[in-house]
C-alpha cells in the first residue's frame, strides 16, 4: 500500500501580534495533489497561515513545512516551489498582460526558449491572446484575475496557494476559475484555497478545514462536516392525511406539512439512519421520498458560531 507525501505539514502553529493571538496551535495536513479549502469568518486567520507557508510572514511558534522544506530554515526552496494568488491582483496595469507575463518569467530566472513558449501558453490557456497586447488597466475584472492566475502558474509550480481567488467574480468568471483549478489537480499540483465561498468548498475541496478565532475546529471532507451538524432529514410525502397521521405518531421528532401531506424527519445522513426510518414506513401509503443533508452553512454556523459572510465586493465582469 501506498502513503501520499504530505505537500504541506504543519504542528503547532502560533502567530500572535503583541497580545494578540492570530492563530493559536494550528495542525495541518495538505497531501500531495489535492485541493484543501480554509473556511472561516473573516479575521480567523486563513490569510496570516498562507502568509506563514508562502514565508511572507515569520511564524511564531511550530513546525512548518512545505513541500518537505521547512519554511524558516529553506524559505528560498519552499519560494521556488510554490505560486502565489492573493486577495488583491498582483498585476502591473501599465503593462500588457504579455509584458506582465515575462515579467514573471524573467523573475523566475526562465531561458528566452522557455520564457516564450510559457507565455504564449499562458496567453492561450487563459483566453487571453486576444488582449495580450494591451495595458492590463483595460482588462475587465475576470480577465485580470485570470492573467493574476496566469502569473501565479507560469513558472509550474507544484502547490499552490489561492487566497479567496474568486472574491468578486460574477458566476461564469467563478466557474471559469473552478475548472483552471480541477485542471492544474489533475497534473497533481496541490492546491491550498481560503474562501468565504461555501459552494467552492463544496465544489473544490478534498478535505476542508474550519478556522475560528486562530483555531481549526473542524476538519474533513464536506460529506462528513456536514453530518457532524442537525439540519438533514428524510422527507416523505404521503398518499393521504390519516396515513400522514399515523406516521406523524410513531416519528415525534418530524415535523408534519398537512398542506402537502409530508413528514420531515431528522437524519444524521447515515445509510443506518436512513434505514430506521425506512423501516417504519409501509410502502403503499408513501408517494415520494427525498434525503436533504445539512449544508456547508449549517456547518459554518454550527462550528463557529457565525453566520456566512459574504465577501464585501461587488461582481466583476468577466
Known amino acids: 500500500m501506498t502513503t501520499t507525501a504530505a505537500a504541506i505539514e504543519v504542528a503547532g502553529l502560533t502567530k500572535s501580534y503583541g497580545d494578540h493571538t492570530v492563530l493559536d496551535g494550528v495542525d495541518l495536513t495538505v497531501p500531495e495533489g489535492t485541493v484543501y479549502a480554509l473556511l472561516g469568518p473573516n479575521g480567523a486567520g486563513k490569510t496570516t497561515i498562507v502568509n506563514i507557508l508562502a514565508t511572507l510572514l515569520t511564524p511564531g511558534d511550530g513546525e512548518i513545512r512545505v513541500n518537505g522544506f521547512d519554511v524558516r530554515q529553506q524559505p528560498a526552496e519552499v519560494r521556488a516551489a510554490i505560486g502565489v ?9 501599465l503593462l500588457t498582460g ?12 526562465l531561458d528566452r526558449a522557455s520564457a516564450a513558449t510559457a507565455v504564449t501558453g499562458m496567453l492561450e490557456r487563459f483566453d487571453l491572446v486576444d ?11 475576470g480577465m485580470k484575475r485570470r492573467l493574476d492566475l ?17 472574491t468578486g467574480l460574477d ?6 476559475l473552478w475548472a483552471i483549478v480541477r485542471e492544474q489537480v489533475a497534473d497533481g499540483v496541490t492546491v491550498l484555497l481560503t474562501t468565504q465561498y461555501l459552494d467552492e468548498a463544496d465544489e473544490l475541496a478534498d478535505r476542508i478545514g474550519v478556522l475560528d478565532a486562530g483555531q481549526l475546529v473542524a476538519e474533513g471532507t464536506a460529506a462528513e462536516l456536514k453530518r457532524r451538524v442537525p439540519g438533514g432529514h ?10 400522514l397521521t399515523a406516521a406523524a405518531a410513531a416519528y415525534p421528532d418530524a415535523v408534519t406539512d398537512l398542506e402537502t401531506l ?4 431528522p437524519n444524521d445522513g447515515s445509510i443506518a439512519g436512513l434505514r430506521r426510518v425506512l423501516d417504519g414506513l409501509d410502502d403503499d401509503v408513501v408517494a415520494g421520498l427525498t434525503v436533504e443533508s445539512a449544508d456547508l452553512d449549517d456547518v459554518f454556523l454550527a462550528l463557529t458560531g457565525h453566520a456566512v459572510e459574504a465577501p ?3 461582481e466583476i465582469p468577466a
Open 98 to 109: 504579455r509584458e506582465n507575463l515575462w515579467l514573471m518569467a524573467d523573475l523566475a530566472h
Open 150 to 166: 496566469a502569473m501565479t502558474l507560469i513558472t509550474g509550480p507544484r502547490l499552490i496557494f489561492l487566497d479567496e481567488p474568486s
Open 312 to 314: 464585501e465586493s461587488k
Open 131 to 141: 488582449a495580450a497586447d494591451r495595458r492590463a488597466q483595460t482588462y475587465s475584472g
Open 85 to 93: 494568488t492573493g486577495q488583491f491582483s498582483a498585476i502591473d496595469e
Open 262 to 265: 409530508t413528514l420531515q424527519v
Open 234 to 243: 428524510v422527507s416523505v410525502q404521503f398518499a393521504d392525511g390519516a396515513a
Open 171 to 176: 458566476p461564469r468568471s467563478r466557474r471559469g
